[in-house]
């Protein structure tokens, strides 16, 4: 099935890949940059135990509130509109104390929906299918209804779900297209997703933007290059990325 949004450096167009290297047998998947969740949509079960992560706290108070309320999320969105005017308004309450979780959610769910380049800043003014978005929810609820969803920093997370059955993925934010995110990566923060890969447990499947920098960083794993039509607004028409793993694929 699809994921319900788009973002940042989404996985759809890689999804068939990257699940090519999955494991064949996995006791749990833990996806530790979530975003809009491609790679676990993707799939009807990825493992008996499957975790979504991410650090952004609205995108994770979204995916909790379609989880266990779905109806109350669709009953919040029911007279929303695609329209620059709401989505200033949304916008202009980013900050404003005093709302419900459903309340922020569909908030959030406008806002990135509507956003140029699912940043959640600028109004996108494309025409969107906004009921037939919203009526998927339910879907989606069906789908996280076993999903343990947290909203950890990486590093916690690897060192909590960490087990010898266990298979990570992981798509941090791109190196040097940090600002495109809406959670900054600093610089160090690269090298400790390296360091916090180095001594797992399990495997790990990672995706990162091709460069120099990141090879080097990753030059004691199998790294494979792929190449994807680029959705980060750099300029370009392709998008030159690696997979990196801790294990060889069957």
């Known amino acids: 099935m699809d994921s319900f949004l788009s973002w940042v450096g989404g996985k759809k167009r ?46 994770i108070n979204l995916y909790r509130c379609v989880k266990y309320h779905p109806e109350a999320v669709q009953k919040e969105l029911e007279y929303t509109l695609s329209s620059r005017e709401q989505f200033d308004d949304y ?25 140029y380049g699912s940043g959640g800043t600028v109004f996108g003014m494309k025409n969107r299918r906004q009921n037939e978005a ?35 993925y992981l798509d941090p934010p791109y190196y040097k297209a940090e600002k495109y995110y809406s959670y900054r990566f600093q610089p160090e923060d690269h090298i400790r997703l390296r360091d916090s890969v180095r001594t797992i447990k399990g495997k790990f499947l990672l995706s990162y933007n091709d460069c120099p920098y990141i090879r080097k960083l990753y030059e004691e794993f199998q790294i494979i290059p792929v190449r994807r039509q680029n959705n980060l607004s750099l300029g370009i028409g392709s998008y030159e990325e690696l997979i990196i793993m801790n294990f060889q694929s069957e």
Do not use: H, M
């Open 14 to 59: 890689l999804r068939k890949e990257i699940l090519s290297y999955f494991p064949q047998r996995i006791d749990r998947y833990i996806e530790v940059f979530g975003g809009a969740g491609w790679i676990l949509f993707a799939k009807d079960r990825c493992a008996q135990l499957e975790v979504f992560n991410d650090i952004n706290s609205e995108l």
């Open 134 to 168: 919203i009526e998927y929810l339910t879907n989606i609820s069906k789908r996280l209804n076993k999903v343990v969803i947290e909203n950890k920093d990486f590093e916690n997370l690897i060192k909590s779900y960490d087990r010898k059955g266990a298979l990570f």
């Open 91 to 115: 916008k202009s309450r980013e900050n404003i104390l005093g709302y419900t979780d459903i309340q922020r959610a569909a908030r959030y769910f406008i806002l990135i929906r509507n956003s």
